[in-house]
């Protein structure tokens, strides 16, 4: 089973900035099977990012994901109030389950 | 626009079985491109997959739950449901049914029903 670990815990930034959120696994994910998922209060999760770079539909292009191997990362080039929430990293594809990371907080600074 | 909606019982007393069904609206269950599943999110806490069902009978439960999941596809109703036997209090969480495109990638989700296990 592929664990996946997410750094940091918590982000504390200010709408602007860029966010740089970090997603390593445990072994390789060889066909790049990693996705994103944004979450805020009281909300289920909405798919941003899939095959560790693409967005998926309506997602704005301040995001953006990259990496390969064992090490991907999320970037929010320009924070906006509405990007304050927790993001999870996933793993997925026909081999054992989707695991999830453990999420990264973004929060306002 | 596809949407999905769960129900069932918020509350389940321990050793219970938690049933939860999951009513598909704006696209059928009847096709083989996708995957239902369900996850679970303890409160506070972060994702944790319960299990995949294909319309063609392919599925996928997480090892950890497996000898108590039950996921099954009711195309007449257009619905899919769970069933956990013998819940404790650690099986507290908001349930989220969803759709995947690809097997465990997540691109439609409900909006979560939360279920208390509690005597």
């Known amino acids: 089973e592929i664990v996946l670990t997410q750094s940091p815990g918590t982000l504390s930034l200010s709408p602007g900035e860029r966010a740089t959120l970090s997603c390593r696994a445990s072994?390789?994910?060889?066909?790049?099977?990693l996705a994103w998922y944004q979450q805020k209060p009281g909300q289920a999760p909405r798919l941003l990012i899939y095959g560790a770079s693409t967005r998926a539909t309506g997602i704005p292009d301040r995001f953006s994901g990259s990496g390969s191997g064992t090490d991907f990362t999320l970037t929010i080039s320009r924070l906006e109030p509405a990007d304050f929430a927790v993001y999870y990293c996933?793993?997925?594809?026909?081999?054992?389950?989707?695991?999830f990371g453990q999420g990264t907080k973004l929060e306002i600074k | 626009q596809l949407q999905l909606r769960e129900s069932g019982p918020g509350l389940v007393k321990p050793s219970e079985t938690l049933s939860l069904t999951c009513t598909v609206s704006g696209g059928s269950i009847n096709s083989n491109n996708y995957y239902w599943g369900w996850i679970r999110q303890p409160p506070g806490k972060g994702l944790d997959w319960i299990g995949s069902?294909?319309?063609?009978?392919?599925?996928y439960y997480n090892p950890s739950l497996k000898s108590r999941v039950t996921i099954s596809l009711d195309t007449s109703k257009n619905q899919f449901s769970l069933k956990l036997d013998s819940v404790t209090a650690a099986d507290t969480a908001v349930y989220y049914c969803?759709?995947?495109?690809?097997?465990?990638?997540?691109?439609?989700w409900g909006q979560g029903t939360l279920v208390t296990v509690s005597s």
């Open positions: 969803a759709r995947a495109n690809t097997i465990h990638l997540w691109s439609y």
């Open positions: 072994q390789s994910i060889s066909t790049s099977n």
């Open positions: 996933q793993h997925y594809g026909s081999s054992p389950p989707g695991t």
């Open positions: 069902l294909s319309y063609g009978g392919s599925a």
